[in-house]
């Protein structure tokens, strides 16, 4: 029998709903408080950053949402999304088990975040908005955004992290050749940036200082919306055509995970693949783990506190009810610069408090060795992100395989590292460190803000 | 009615045979010479560089071969690839023309290279060989081969243009993350890189050294073959899976290509495209007129001269009857490094002379224009070399429209620009140059060899 490799749906077989995991928690997140009055925020409060149309989506506990025409069509352009077998990785690990990956670098920017780039802008677009502003810090993000707001008709600033704007400009190249505006940021566009310069005209910037930035022009500007990447609860939910995909597609294949996997930045890829199997184990008794991998570097999940914290670093977003690190935390600079965030966002966050997910954290060295054995087993050069989830994977099916009880297992790999090849030279080099955090330096940052 | 974007076949529908156009040509291509002898090459004088099961399909002229196991289960990492109907681009263009594209940049490596790279490391390794060598100029070739032979455990040293081996670091580093050794050319490693290295140390190499290179490695070493990436009838064969999954796909779209458009450097892709095309035409009288597109500024097809020249610019290689502007010629600048090539492969040659299929020439800046124009409809950057079958398609659409009679359009897209934003960059610092080739240097450079 010949050995498939992919299991891909016609487009007219792709999930036409988003999941909305709210409905069915048994313990709901608790609300955000407003930074000032630290009363449960309004959806009038938010109304001068977003659309009411993805407010409406934050707070909603509609079970299924239905997937507007114009975004399935635009999803069209790349999804459904392959799931592959990994016989190349299975060969290369001599595991029994059984490996799939859903593969979300197929997108136009090569990485999931485009399932919620498109999203939001139609529902932007649909309010007559205009123009948007967003922060980036390696540039995933703000690459996605910029195909989508061009589809729109909507101009697009990009405040990037001066110093990825100065190491990374295939990706600022990206988003211009998307016809977006991208910043380097601190710029001089903005009070923020303005003060920042000010103080240090060398400033590298910080992604806590373009999220100011981003934030401001929306605040300051009626006619500027402020779109973000992660994190918020609309950004799981339209992550979760990923998910609702797999189950599909492990049906193709005859099977159903026993354990899937995430990496783990702030929760949008992760909840894409894994919520739509938690809602299966929570409504039909399924017994699927679900794994979120993190940096070792920032182990908000596994070695941070459960509390109301900040989902920035300066201080001006709502409280939020999460696992954190305390939003003063730097991470180390690890390459997989989309999983150093502080905090992990309300719903991951109690579902991983009620025992409903799990979380483990890796180390870089370690990610970047399995990413160099996926390369060179399957074909698609790993986002680093994506390497943590790889990671986690393998260390499941090593684990499997020592207690001789083989398993299926299915990760999500969220991005192509295409534009990361930098990474992998330091890796080659031998020019890669794994910081050791000790408790101390966590519980410094966490005691700042209790 | 949803708009379908993308016709995938399931794995099970890929072809599995390739095509040969040689059994259905009504002029066979003229024979191969010596070099030295200027008799027609016999296939052991092609022993010491290539593995017979290679050879064989050098010369064949059987109209099908069937493609090896273990080749189908590798072009299964990406293949079946999609095609896409251009519904963006029909709407930047506001054309009455159906555009259709074939998508091979979902290959590991990005590009096409990967259908015959796969193929020769396969047919290398069942004659036992460990160790291959080959060139590679922009480095599309390089790591495509890179990952194949990595799959049958062969050790593959390429040798890089050195100018391109410090610009675009990237290629070297995703060779290297397959595991291949990318060494910069001139070397240290060969006589002939010694010898150019002792006239100019620091001698910024070409793709003429590089083969010298790469070939003297296979000639002096009984251990080490070698391989050569576009061009030659086997690696033509290779390519035309990409067409015999489209003619499926064309029929899954309950349509057929008035008009079939590649780029074209070596030939590989436009013969991938376009030759199941050509046999439809001959045996069953369909009228899909097949495009091939040069640069402007290497016009070897629309300005060049069918004679017998050299494949290589050093004159080591047999003499091809082919299309060519003199193997001395030295192409302009362009960013679609893998189009600067002085001549045109035997078949292809042969079937332009016959009428079978034509050629247009383009300019590079149009071609980013139309480059650019695609990515922000489609979200696909396409590579430098298929901005050029995309401004064939654009230009034959916008004929169409004038002319009031709309046509079926497929074009190959043949790989993305991922790696090559570095390009898109000096387009948009409006720092590119068309190079107005006149007849005098044509004329001149051909007058060389005749």
Known sequence: MKKIRKFLLPEAEMPTRWYNIMADMPNKPKPPLHPATKEPIKPEDLAPLFPMGLIEQEVSTQKF?????????????????????????????????????????VSYAGSHKANTAIAQAYYNKVEGVKKMSTETGAGQWGSALSFACKQFGIDLE???????????????????????????????????????LA????????????ISEAVERAAKDPEVKYSLGSVLNHVLLHQTIIGEEALLQME?????????????????????????????????????????????????????????DYGDSVGLTPLLAMYTLGHNFVPAKIHAGGLRYHGAGVIVSQLLKDGLIEAQSKYQKDCFNNGVMFARSEGIIPAPEATYAI????????????AGTPQTILFNLSGHGHLDLGSYEKYFSDDLEDHELSNEEIEKSIAMIS
């Open 65 to 105: 949402i239905d997937i507007p025409g114009e975004v399935l069509d635009l999803y069209r352009t790349y999804r459904p999304s392959p799931v592959f077998r990994a016989w190349g990785l299975e060969k290369a690990l001599g595991t029994s088990c059984k490996i799939y990956y859903k593969y979300e670098g």
């Open 158 to 196: 990009v405040y990037m992290v001066k110093v990825s704007f100065n190491q990374k400009p295939y990706r600022k190249l990206m988003m211009n050749t998307y016809g977006a505006n991208a910043i380097a940021s601190p710029s001089n566009l903005t009070d923020a940036g303005r003060k920042i």
């Open 199 to 210: 103080a240090n005209p060398d400033s590298p910037g910080s992604l806590g200082i373009a």
């Open 252 to 308: 193709m294949a005859g099977d159903y995970p026993d354990i899937v996997v995430g990496c783990f930045g702030g929760g949008s890829n992760f909840a894409g693949i894994s919520f739509p199997f938690v809602r299966e184990n929570i409504l039909k008794g399924k017994k699927t783990r679900a794994i979120a991998i993190e940096p070792a570097s920032c182990p908000k999940l596994t070695r941070g506190k459960f509390m109301y």
């Open 391 to 402: 990671t986690g994977a393998v260390d499941e099916a090593r684990r499997c395989d020592e």
